[in-house]
């Protein structure tokens, strides 16, 4: 997300914040939510995080949040249906990190 981007909250969804701690052997980051429709990753001051949509995460495999790095927004018009399922993450050095789901609330 370039600097000084707005971040931008669709009509008709909401947004919750959960911080979430990342080992660095792979395991679960966020469990499936047919609702999802975007996240916002806030990096760890110092280390490297790589959210996977597969089992097994691995550094540097998926979507990577470097350290030292902005927010990172991944929506479902990215990633389309695999944003929806069951995320797994990994991280250089264990750490924790804020997590904004943005969640659609249109029936």
Do not use: C, H, W, Y
Not at 23 to 35: E, H, P, Q, R
Not at 41 to 56: M, Q, R
Not at 62 to 70: E, L, T
Request: proline share 6%; net charge negative.
């Amino acid at each position: 997300m370039p600097t000084g981007e707005i971040l931008r909250i669709a009509k008709g969804s909401t947004v919750t914040e959960t911080p979430i701690a990342v080992g660095i052997a792979s395991g679960a980051f966020l469990a499936a939510n047919a609702t999802r429709i975007a996240l916002i990753i806030f990096p760890a001051f110092a280390n490297n995080v790589t959210v996977s949509s597969k089992a097994v995460a691995v550094l540097g495999q998926g979507i990577d949040i470097p350290a030292n790095g902005g927010p990172v927004r991944v929506s479902i018009e990215d990633f389309g249906p695999l944003l929806q399922g069951a995320l797994t993450a990994i991280a250089s050095v264990a750490t924790i990190i804020s997590v904004f789901e943005e969640t659609s609330t249109a029936g």
